[in-house]
């Protein structure tokens, strides 16, 4: 495990340049759900900390100054860190299938998936279950875990698939950018409903 961990984090091309394509999805599930889980842990604790530290921001995930009567039917910080806890196995397994899957289908679009599912779930599950470990770094940890994350799985999608890292770059990055640009045309939408109808009520 420490091997991949390292290799991950510093030469994630070469890594799984040689890797097996069809060694069965489980060694890299349990891989991807322990480092996962184990980010998820040291984020939450950051997150607490930092929320005490600063003045109760981490009191709500809303931060403060909300009003009386929704703060007081909003869980505490306690229940929203023991939910988070236990919610957070569940979400990490569908994050890691349901990624796999749409990176899977853009590479079938690009014409550049020559191997299978299970080969691009393996990447996929090895550079999260690597990278959230990033989650140790108060701050900036998280941000700089998820660019190199992206990084670590172009570089070894190019290698486990054998293709371009142009390919390999569309493959992970385009469903990000249109997903980005579906949530900017809906609080575009939103925003400008709401602008017309206040407009429209003076």
Request: with cysteine; aromatic share 10%.
């Amino acid at each position: 495990m420490l091997e991949t961990i390292k290799g991950v984090l510093i030469e994630p091309g070469d890594t799984l340049r040689n890797a097996s394509r069809t060694a069965g999805i489980g060694p890299a599930l349990m891989f991807g759900l322990i480092l996962g889980l184990a980010g998820s842990v040291i984020g939450l604790f950051w997150q607490s900390f930092m929320g005490a530290a600063f003045g109760g921001l981490g009191s709500s995930p809303f931060g403060g100054g909300l009003p009386p009567e929704f703060a007081d039917i909003l869980p505490g910080p306690t229940t929203l860190l023991i939910l988070s806890l236990a919610t957070a196995p569940v979400f990490l397994l569908i994050g890691l299938f349901l990624w796999s899957a749409i990176v899977h289908l853009m590479l079938l679009l690009l014409g550049g998936a020559s191997q299978g599912y299970e080969a691009t779930f393996r990447t996929i599950a090895y550079c999260s279950g690597s990278t959230a470990l990033f989650q140790a770094v108060p701050f900036c940890g998280g941000w700089v875990g998820g660019i190199w994350s992206l990084v670590a799985q172009i570089l070894c999608l190019k290698e486990m698939h054998n293709i371009s890292g142009g390919k390999a770059a569309a493959a992970v990055l385009v469903p990000l950018v249109l997903c980005c640009c579906t949530m900017v045309a809906l609080v575009l939408g939103i925003g400008i409903f709401v602008g017309t109808n206040v407009a429209s009520g003076f």
